[in-house]
């Protein structure tokens, strides 16, 4: 170590020497942080990092995921210069094969991404593929991508010049020191207490702590024993991971590396051999409490396990039929729930997590340093990381078998294509709405959040024959076919004729009360919360740099209580942003039942089971009584129809279910489901969080300038009023926030989402050239617009055509404003990610889309430049065919928002 020579305290302490552990501190240090020290309990890069496989394909399914590691891969090949030893890397390229028709258009969504990340990847066929690497056996592969940026490098190398890098920096790093207590006070990390695990120490201590106020956990396999130490959830699984490397048989050290998703293999060269590994369909969790407590832990060989990858090799590359295995590597990989990372801030002030570097997570290691080192030092990283948050897990995550599950799903179908919209049936059903048994009679089909059973659509909605009716009812084309029901356009005309009645008891609920709370919301809310008791208020919480770090519904239950709902998984997130700025948030999700009842006879049939005056305004919550059932009905909409969202204590949850089911039966009700949201919320141009809107995007880019109030100060103001004054279409601070009246009056056509994206999906035809490869340029990306459950943006505030259209010329320096597009053909719908084109050259990705129902339009909604005007025609890529779309004028439905305002006709019964 040696023990004497630990500081006794230190800026920040980074517990883990694995290349977690080493980017986050040398990224820290350049950013400034030199105050830093780093633990590992045995020598550096023994825990998993020194097995990994070193692959690095830049190339993925998330804008997020991909940036992180665009970035690690322009700086591996710097970090010799940059800290004088060299991590080994290859810049040889990278070949992704499709062999089935399905993972051509997987491709093909990936080419469209690539081309809007600037990736100068190329859609090539089976035989151009062969002459990329002449071993291959190409007569299956029907398409292939390749990236000629990926490449590999020895993973315990880029760890070493990672930690030489931060040592230069003035990181100080201990080896042979174990963590054994985080000591927390008052809800805040205080300090780390270490051992040493040198038996020859002689220094006399047996325990000697090290006071931080920032501590990372970047212990791999271990991370979950060290985040229990300050009573934390890291759900980190370890999971037996296999790869073989063959004897040398001349293979050129040029060769790209592969993967092989069909047949669930990759494959590298390795000292004149290939090294194969494979994702496997049963793998195997290393059952331990005490991961990692040996350096270098690896397992006896299991070649009957291995069997299918090696014969799936050896079909691809038919000389390692001849080739002899020189050694076999056995070792765990920390895997989660979700296959995703486990980023950020824990439940502890100032305990953060890097941890969860399963399949890609060497690839990503420099973006992961890159993104905590901002998080930590500048309050947000640059960008949206929301799918790698560790606050994206609730309280179900903390279940080691719910955890283990899910992981070991995510493992066995690494490789298989995920569909947007395509639900897994591992660990379910968990969590449910009292309703279920309800919706399970109705033959809901049901999706999955946050552990939430949530109705996707009621089948019983269905046309007898699915593929019955007008055109615009037949099945979508492509992706946007796959996972469909006629149910979801019935559920969508029935809300917009009759009423639709909608189980969101899943949305997460957040109370702030208190003396202080209204300053403290006043604060960290864009939008002006000083309003009468009753009043609910659509709002964002910004960050420094103005981008959108949450988005929802703040309502005045009393003068010094508010209850605030988000969407479904962005409860935890949402509430450690709130407490993070010192407000004090208790969680009521479980505590209540919410259903949503929507259309022009919504009134009539609450009005038959409820005595109460029930013609208060938008944007107004009251307390009322619906049958037996005490109710808070609040008037707002996600769907563009008038209505409510419908609160009761849970244990009236089926009976006010049963109630209003009963009530909307001679009015043509129909129970409706999330896909039915999603549709109508796109005709009415509302935002969803997390596609539409993110960090990323400020209020006035994103089309939500009339949510942001122009009479107090709040967090992120400054940033907004910086980003007019450097505007070109604004010179001045006009679309700043200023002291002019009240931008937040609930007539405000708000642009806001809810609901889920996983809507329709289509695919694109167009084969030219070689006919297994639909399009030579094909770019289109894959983006799961399915993610959603981001709470509706706008939900709140409908306004008028002419609100919309000023909102419409908010911008800032950026340059760029979300606008809608529809595409001339109806039947290609876009899923999420697809290029967007102007004069033929890559301009955007779409954000959101998907089939409006009432207007009868394939919609998407994508960034363009401020200029960007109605009429002018772009073109997005579907899945290897480019489809010409005019933006157009938003909302497509019902722009001047009076079947909103206004109480609507009340026809006779019938």
Known sequence: ???????????????????????????????????????????????????????????RSTVTQTKMIMYSAGLYPELADLTGLDPGWHGVGGLRLATTPERVEESLRLAGAGETYGLGLEVLSGAEAGEKLPLLDTGDVRAALWLPGDGWLDPALLARALAAGAEKLGVRIFTGVRVVGLDVAGGEISGVRLASTDASDASGAEEWTVQAETVVIAAGAASGRVGRLAGVDIPVVPIKHQYVVTESFDVPTSTPTVRDPDNIVYFREEAGGILVGGYIRTPEIWDTAHPLEEPRTLFPADMPKFQESWESAVRRVPSLGEAAIAKVVHGPEAFTP?????????????????????????AAAGGVGKVMAEW???????????????????????????????????????????????ERTAARPLRRSPAWVRHAELGAAFGEKSGWERVNWFESNASPSQEAGPSQEARPEGWAGRIWSSAVRQECLATRDAAGLFDQTSFSKLEVSGPTALTGLQRVCAGQLDKPVGSIVYTQLLNERGGIEADLTVTRLAEDRFRLVTGTAFGVHDAAWLRGHGLDVRDVTSAHACYCLWGPRALDILGSVSADDLTFGYMKAREISVG?????????????????????????????????????????????????????????????????????????????????????????????????????????TEDAPTPTGDASAPDRNASVSTGDTSAPERKASAPTGDPSIPDRNASVPIGDASVPD?????????????????????????????????????????LGGEPVRVGGRPASRVTSGGYGHRVDRSIAYAYLPAGAAPGDRVEVGVTGTWVDATVTAEPLYDPSSTRIRRLPDRPPLG
């Open 376 to 422: 930590i030092v500048e309050g947000s990283p640059e960008y949206d990381v929301f799918g790698m948050d560790l606050r994206r897990f609730g309280g179900h995550a903390r279940s080691a078998s719910w955890a283990r599950a899910k992981a070991l799903d995510s493992y066995s179908k690494y490789y298989d294509i995920v569909y947007p919209g395509e």
């Open 1 to 59: 170590m040696p023990a004497l020579k630990l500081p006794n305290s230190a800026r920040a302490v980074v517990i883990g020497g694995g290349v977690a552990g080493c980017s986050v501190a040398y990224h820290l240090a350049r950013l400034g942080w030199t105050e830093v020290i780093m633990v590992e309990q045995h020598e550096l890069t023994e825990g998993t990092t020194w097995h990994s496989a070193g692959f690095v394909g830049q190339l």
């Open 790 to 830: 981001r709470k509706a943006s706008a939900q709140d505030a409908d306004a008028s055509a002419s609100d919309r259209d000023a909102s419409a010329q908010d911008t800032d320096a950026s340059g760029r404003r979300l606008v809608c597009l529809v595409l001339d053909d109806p039947r290609q719908v876009c």
């Open 628 to 732: 037996n059932v005490p109710v808070l009905a609040q008037r707002v909409t996600f769907v563009g129809e008038f209505g409510w969202e419908l609160y009761c204590p849970s244990e009236y949850g089926l009976t006010l279910w049963d109630t209003l089911m009963e009530a909307g039966a001679p009015y043509g009700m129909r129970p409706a489901g999330y896909r039915a949201i999603d549709s109508m919320r796109l005709e009415k141009g509302y935002r969803v969080w997390g596609l539409d809107i993110t960090p990323e995007t400020t209020p006035y880019e994103g089309g939500l300038g009339f949510a942001v109030a122009r009479d107090k100060d709040f967090l992120g103001r400054a940033a907004l009023e910086a980003a007019a004054r450097r505007s070109p279409r604004h010179p001045s």
């Open 338 to 362: 979700d296959g995703e990372f486990l980023l950020g801030e824990t439940a502890v002030r100032g305990l953060w997590a890097a941890a969860g570097f399963c399949v890609h997570g060497l």
